[in-house]
């Protein structure tokens, strides 16, 4: 079934935790939803705490867990993932907890279950708003006992593993229209983490996309790759629907497509450029209404503003030298920007030119 099982003893807290890789390579982000985020993984690695991850299909669930999973005391044993809606209802139950010989038709010998695979260890329970409700019930007997009980055996056996469980789907409406138990959720969202579309932190866009790309330079010893700010700005405004998994797939696709050194807008797929936010926002020729061009500059200022900024990792002298702009008229066009982008409705948290000032100024 593929599924990742890596065997090996587990040693005391502390030495597996070391040879993690650190935190901000793995996952990558600037927005204070994201800073947070490592925060809290850093403190529950710590604990065995069950954890509920929630998100949008591509969010980085599966990298949360597989963080948490190595930062913890259980780093040398197991990470085991299992999607519950890839395993066909019928032997969800048999996978995860294992059977008997003859427990059913087709159950030639006995065999073990996942939840016995990561002894030690972790086990991923990815997609659990697919589960069935019967088994949702063995679940939250298993959560509270620590005894998982294979399929046709009366004898339940002691498993140490820590469950970490994750969905896309909004889980508190499941439970609302009961198709999912309430003690369940109750029980797995002992520490519930939330990962935020990208939408709402585009400031983290364009660091994925140079991590993506500095990886790509990695794999290829030479290779110069970079993304024009015409392209840039239409990344920046595009909504990703696939979110981070869709961003890594895009920057991969087009390295393989660009020829030169620079990812020109033109490479972009015609669903980012027209993008109904960037349509409305920036036209690539002048509609038959017209256009508001006081607005549009602002716009387009804003946004590179604040990329800019990010790049810098909000130094202003570094951004403005980004921009073509001396450091005054920078600033001055910060100020105005500042107002004008935490007043438009869609630029949410992602962009806190206040804050970024601050950072700056303290900077020097
Ligand atoms: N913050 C991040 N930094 C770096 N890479 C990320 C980040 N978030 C996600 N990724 C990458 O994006 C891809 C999707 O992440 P992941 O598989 O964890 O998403 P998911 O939430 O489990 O998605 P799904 O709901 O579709 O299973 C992976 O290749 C992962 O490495
Ligand atoms: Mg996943």
Redo the contacts with the bound molecule.
């Keep these: 079934m593929g599924h990742q099982v890596h065997i090996g003893s587990r040693l005391e807290s502390g030495s597996a935790v070391r040879a993690s890789r650190p935190l901000d390579d793995?996952?990558?982000?600037a927005h204070p939803s994201?800073v947070k985020l490592r925060a809290l993984i850093e403190r529950v690695a710590d604990t065995d705490a069950t954890v509920l991850i929630s998100?949008e299909?591509?969010?980085?669930?599966?990298?949360v867990a597989r963080a948490i999973h190595a930062r913890s005391a259980r780093a040398d044993g197991s990470f085991v993932p299992v999607n519950c809606a890839a395993i066909p209802q019928d032997l969800l139950e048999s996978e995860m907890f294992g059977h008997e010989r003859g427990a059913f038709t087709g159950a030639l010998g006995s065999r073990h279950g996942l939840f016995s695979s990561a002894e030690g260890g972790t086990i991923f329970l990815?997609e659990i708003g697919e589960m069935p409700l019967a088994l949702q019930a063995k679940l939250l007997r298993v959560l509270e006992d620590g005894v998982v009980r294979a399929v046709g055996s009366d004898r339940g056996v002691r498993v140490d593993a820590r469950v970490i469980a994750?969905s896309?789907t909004d889980l508190a409406m499941a439970v609302g229209k009961g198709s999912f138990r309430r003690d369940l959720f109750y029980r797995l969202q002992v520490v519930p983490i939330a990962?935020a579309p990208l939408r709402d932190r585009r400031a983290d866009i364009p660091l994925?996309i140079e991590?993506f790309l500095g990886r790509i330079r990695a794999e290829t010893p030479g290779r110069e790759l970079e993304v024009s700010r015409d392209a840039m700005v239409h990344l920046w405004s595009y909504d990703w629907p696939g979110n981070?998994?869709e961003l890594?797939n895009l920057v991969s696709r087009l390295a393989i497509l660009c020829d030169g050194a620079t990812i020109e807008a033109s490479l972009l797929p015609a669903n980012l450029v027209n993008s109904p936010r960037a349509a409305a926002s920036i036209p690539d020729s002048l509609p038959e209404g017209g256009v508001n061009l006081p607005e549009l500059v602002r716009e387009l200022e804003g946004r590179l503003i604040n990329e800019a900024l990010k790049q810098t990792g909000g130094n202003k002298q570094a951004a403005a030298k980004l921009l073509g702009l001396k450091r005054t008229t920078f600033s001055a066009k910060l100020r105005r920007c500042g107002v004008l982008v935490s007043a438009s409705h869609d630029a949410g948290e992602e962009t806190q030119p206040s804050k970024l000032e601050e950072a700056s100024d303290d900077g020097g």
């Design positions: 793995v996952l990558i982000g994201i998100g299909s591509g969010t980085g669930k599966e990298v990815d994750a896309n990962i994925l991590h981070v998994r890594e």
